[in-house]
């Protein structure tokens, strides 16, 4: 009886030394993760954001307009950044995506382009127009090949118009070189980090957004697993260059929890904005989400709002504001590393 009353007594201290062992081991990992995502927080620069605006809306770069010189010297640019984050091409051996858009030929702003392949056997029977253009995509590998999130910005904006008096140049700083220079340093962070996500992260330069979000029209037409994409993080206007506080904070309303990680972020930091929290049925309109959206993928848009340079020349570097973009940038780090990491939302 007494060796059964030892052996019991052994058997019960052997299993709460291997639970507090289990305990022990999973609270050593969730602090490695939390030094991790610091790491990557604190790689997130003001300098670096003005390094990204100032290239990508310089007059060299005549407005990014879609299919012209400016636009593929900005895809240059972002590939240089990958290439130096050390991240490799997402599909293939080239970090672009070409695709071709068409449009039946109308004057001016009349234009309508289509990258759906039956659309455009169907123009091309008539007058029409071509664009051939290309997205940027490269990818951090995750644990999980299965499931992804994608984080992305559109490049292009609306480059020269010569008949305008004075200045001729769109520049696009706030649209969308801001939105750009955020995912930039957001995969510099992930890089920095040193962890591995759970998911896959793919970060995304969309091509051709001004044209009627041709870019990521394509990729969510053409990709053929995008079952596997659980979550769009979309930047497209972060630089409002205007003293205001205020941001607003999109995401799907069928997923409460993703405006919750920004409010428990926000506890944490002394970020300097004001995030007006909006969850939405039907994201649609606006941006590239809406493509994602229409495809069942939950998303989450970051937005300064309209400001006095919008679609104007004016919309230059030195209008952005920077401290404000820097810690959207590093707000939406953490979303992004939740998005990749957290099991359910």
Partial sequence: MI?????????????????????????KVEKQLAAQCDAGLRSITEDAARAHVYFLADDLLEGRRAGERGSRIAKQYIISQIRQAGLKPFLGESYEQPFEACAVQKLQRGVRYFVEADSIAEIKKQVHRTMYLSNVLAVLPGKKT??????????????????????????????????????????????????????????????????????????TDVYKDM????????????????????????YTAAHPKIGEWLKADMA??????????????????????????????????????????????????????????????????????????????
């Fill in 3 to 27: 060796n059964k009353l030892l052996l019991s007594a052994a058997i019960v201290l052997s299993g709460a030394t291997t639970v507090e062992a289990a305990q022990k081991k999973s609270a």
């Fill in 146 to 219: 299965d499931e992804m999130v994608v984080v992305g910005a559109h490049l292009d904006h609306e480059g020269v118009y010569n008949d305008i008096e004075g200045d001729k140049i769109y520049n696009g700083a706030d649209d969308n070189a801001s939105g750009v220079a955020a995912v930039l340093q957001i995969m510099k962070a992930f890089v920095a980090s040193g962890a591995t996500p759970e998911r896959t992260i793919v970060f995304a330069f969309w091509d051709g957004e001004e044209f009627g979000l041709l870019g990521s029209r394509y990729f």
């Fill in 227 to 250: 079952k596997n994409v659980k979550g769009y993080l979309n930047f497209d206007m972060v630089g409002s260059g205007t003293d205001s506080r205020y941001l607003m904070y999109f």
């Fill in 268 to 345: 944490k930091h002394n970020f300097c904005f004001d995030p007006d929290y909006r969850a939405w049925d039907t994201p649609v309109g606006g941006s590239d989400q809406q493509s994602f959206h229409l495809k069942g993928v939950p998303i989450v848009w970051y937005h300064t709002g309209g400001q006095p340079n919008y679609n104007f020349p004016s919309d230059e570097a030195d209008t952005v504001n920077y401290p404000k973009l820097t810690d959207i940038t590093r707000a939406s780090y953490l979303t992004t590393w939740h998005l990749a990491n957290e099991a359910e939302y």
